[in-house]
């Protein structure tokens, strides 16, 4: 089955303790991306990949680090988390290359912050 | 710059009356469009997509949509309103040059009995 997989999907944690979020795809995809949804914002782009070991900030990039060793992996790390990186985050993944294609999402992470 | 506006952050219809939810996009070129839904606690579905084809797309769960070039605009329509439609909707417009991704802030749709 085609599918993104995120981990955790539930995660509290306390100001400045390291955590990573996985995000994997089984799709061949190029490009993956990292968003992050907060009430009233809809959903703003931290970061994306067009492909492996290419990645670019999105909106709201601070605070986060990603790294795209393999295709299928796409990880979001918070290396200091704060409060105000509470929220929901989804990853996602597509073809590229300008055609139209949609992006495949994950479950979503919902984060809490202490 | 490539950009959506959602023009209502709630809309509120009785259930069996017309949908429309208004979303105008900003663009220098034909952009590639798209809504998306997501009910409470789950993940984003794909409603439609707008692949220059056809300016009237067919969606899942009798959803549509019209891309008018003149309006900049690409409104989400369904003719009759089902108690399952109340969810959270985002028109959404791709950039080709990057693929970059854009959001609206997302209309709730709310239905009332």
């Known amino acids: 089955e085609a599918q993104v997989t995120q981990n955790p999907r539930y995660l509290i944690t306390v100001t400045g303790k390291k955590l990573t979020v996985t995000c994997s795809q089984n799709m061949n995809h190029e490009y993956m991306s990292w968003y992050r949804q907060d009430p009233g914002l809809g959903l703003r782009q931290i970061y994306y990949s067009m492909n492996v070991e290419v990645t670019d900030k999105g909106d709201v990039p601070e605070g986060y680090k990603v790294s795209r060793k393999e295709k299928r992996n796409f990880p979001l790390i918070l290396e200091s988390p704060s409060p105000n990186q509470t929220s929901l985050y989804f990853c996602?993944?597509?073809?590229?290359?300008?055609?139209?294609?949609?992006?495949?999402f994950g479950p979503g992470t919902r984060l809490l912050v202490l | 710059a490539q950009s959506v506006t959602q023009l209502d952050s709630h809309v509120s219809v009785s259930e069996g009356t017309p949908v429309l939810l208004r979303c105008n996009y900003s663009s220098s070129y034909s952009p590639s469009l798209f809504w998306y839904v997501q009910h409470p606690n789950k993940g984003l579905q794909l409603l439609l997509k707008y692949t220059s084809a056809a300016t009237l797309v067919k969606g899942i769960n009798g959803f549509e949509a019209e891309f008018k070039k003149s309006e900049t605009s690409f409104h989400l329509t369904k003719p009759s309103a089902h108690m399952s439609d109340a969810a959270e909707y985002f028109c959404v417009v791709r950039r080709l040059k990057d693929d970059k991704i854009i959001f609206g802030k997302g209309t709730r749709l709310h239905i009332l009995p």
């Open positions: 996602a993944s597509s073809f590229s290359g300008g055609s139209v294609e949609t992006q495949y």
